[in-house]
């Protein structure tokens, strides 16, 4: 088994954050052998700022409704791959929860939001489970693809005292007579198992066997990998500008790789605190008195920040009232500086909807061409204003009709729509029919809640080799990925051509070798 904390914990929305009430008293275990797997019957249609009061609910009814001392799962997986923590008592701890009676202790308990007897199941969430479960199985010692058998406290599948043999990521039917976690989720368990073997295997070596030919910039976190992105992309004081987002939430910076185009680093930090690996890169890359474009108002990136990098550099803020006028504000310093007359259009929200976002950056930023986003069934005002202003006389909407609605398009300077079938699918589009000539290609994951961050950052290095995004899952390279990557190779482009953006718990290695393959 891998050493101890070799695999990085994932993000996780800590009991405060998604506003729990006081609970009981935690009981402990004497150990964690397997995890069990639920669903919580609710709804599946939520957005990912709805989930945290999902899970007070969850907790109050199992409080209020049951008579327990705190909500009963260990941990919560959201559809839009957002993890909570769940009872109290401490993350890395043997907590006994009140998720699989009989069996409480010894194991821990995750449950999938939402009602999965015959769907709903996203590979978001799927993907959020084998991290979460990866960093556990790691700190605990467990091998996902073993079995442990369990004696019974008494359930409604097994009396109190009998042997039950368990795989170590189970169901919580093969604990008590239920369909839960529902059949659409049950029948995922295997390639549940498969993506937490894959985790640990790379995580316990940084120098794991990778049969694949494909480069790789990643490191240990989102903000490691964009200085290591910068690193690749930029020579020593090479950047003209630099721009700075937060790693929290996506909406302000969507336009950062257009803002940044081929000349600066995209670099992430915390909202209130500038990051000493970002600071000590852009000092690398950046001369002193260039400009640093702050993007997003103060709760994005606060004056801290802003003050901190204001003592070398020229620091300028674009933000405005909403997403869209922000974007509004970026795209006018883009045409400024490259006076396209055309733009990129994509969603503006909900807050999961950045996906479209990553492929037209990365293009945006080669081309110099602004990135606008608008609501998905009204042309946004700010950007009805933009498009005038900036004297837009051509439009390119990426994404589907649910993303950007045909009366919304037909209001766009004459427009053209990229879409495909699913992100994957649009990226792919984007990549072979709006390109033109690319020499390379960029892979990156695409479905996690929090998957936006390194392609982001990607943009600049993705114009400086004029190589298009491609969207992959961590254990998953999606159909209409390999047939872009095969299209791609038609025209030219190798393995050799391909860089990988992230840790191998973003993209892992057997993904990267499936897309050398498809590269040739």
């Known amino acids: 088994m891998p050493a101890a904390h070799a695999v990085a914990g994932p993000s996780i929305i800590t009991r405060p954050e998604w506003g729990a009430a006081p609970a009981g008293a935690p009981r402990y275990a004497d150990a964690v052998r397997f995890a069990l797997v639920h669903h919580t019957v609710t709804s599946n249609d939520y957005t990912p700022g709805e989930a945290p009061g999902i899970v007070r609910a969850i907790q109050r009814y199992h409080m209020r409704g049951n008579g327990w001392r705190d909500i009963g799962y260990n941990f919560l997986v959201d559809r839009h791959g957002q993890i909570f923590e769940g009872r109290r008592g401490g993350m890395d701890r043997p907590v006994i929860g009140a998720q699989a009676a009989g069996f409480n202790a010894g194991s821990t308990g995750v449950a999938l939001i939402g009602d999965h007897r015959s769907g709903g199941v996203t590979q978001a969430a799927l993907s959020a489970v084998a991290d979460l479960l990866a960093w ?17 406290g008494g359930s409604t599948r097994y009396p109190q005292g009998a042997r039950a043999r368990f795989d170590t990521i189970s169901g919580h039917r093969d604990a008590s007579e239920t369909s839960c976690p529902g059949q659409a989720t049950y029948r995922q368990l295997d390639s549940v198992r498969d993506g937490v073997a894959v985790r640990l295997g790379e995580g316990r070596s940084s120098s794991a066997p990778n049969d694949s030919r494909l480069g790789r910039v990643g490191g240990q976190d989102a903000v490691a990998t964009a200085v290591l992105v910068s690193r690749a992309a930029f020579n020593n004081g090479e950047a003209d500008h630099a721009v700075v987002v937060n790693d929290r939430v996506w909406p302000d910076a969507a336009t950062a790789g257009p803002l940044a185009g081929p000349h600066g680093p995209v670099m992430l930090t915390r909202p209130d605190e500038l990051d000493e690996r970002v600071n000590d890169e852009l000092e ?28 070398r550099w020229d620091v300028r803020r674009v ?7 922000t974007a509004a504000e970026a795209a006018e310093h ?5 006076g396209s007359r055309t733009a990129l259009v994509t969603r503006a929200g909900p807050d999961s909807a950045w996906s479209d976002t990553l492929a037209a950056g990365a293009y945006g930023a080669r081309h110099g061409t602004p990135l606008l986003l608008t609501d998905s069934d009204r042309l946004s005002p700010a950007t009805r204003r933009a498009l005038r202003e900036l004297d837009i006389t051509h439009t390119i909407v990426i994404g589907g009709r649910s993303a950007v609605s045909d009366e919304v398009l037909q209001e766009l300077p004459d427009p053209r729509r990229v879409a495909g079938s699913g992100r994957a699918g649009t990226a792919a589009t984007v990549a072979t029919e709006l390109w033109d000539a690319v020499d390379g290609v960029v892979v990156a994951s695409g479905y996690r809640a929090t998957a936006w961050k390194d392609p982001l950052a990607a943009a600049p290095l993705a114009a400086k080799r004029n190589a298009p995004v491609a969207l992959v899952d961590t254990d998953w390279l999606p159909p209409p ?12 482009v190798g393995a050799d051509d391909a860089v990988v953006i992230g840790g191998r718990g973003a993209v892992g290695d057997a993904v990267a070798s499936r897309c050398a393959r498809a590269l040739g």
């Open 136 to 152: 556990l199985f790691d700190l605990h010692g467990i091998d996902p693809r073993a079995t442990t058998v369990e004696t019974s």
């Open 284 to 311: 690398r890359v950046l001369p002193a008195g260039r400009t640093v474009y702050v993007l997003g108002g103060l709760t994005a990136l606060s004056p801290a920040v802003a003050s901190e990098l204001g003592r």
């Open 319 to 325: 933000s405005g009232l909403s997403r869209t006028s």
């Open 334 to 338: 883009v045409v400024d500086r490259t």
């Open 481 to 492: 990925t390999k047939h872009g990557l095969t299209a791609l190779h038609r025209d030219g």
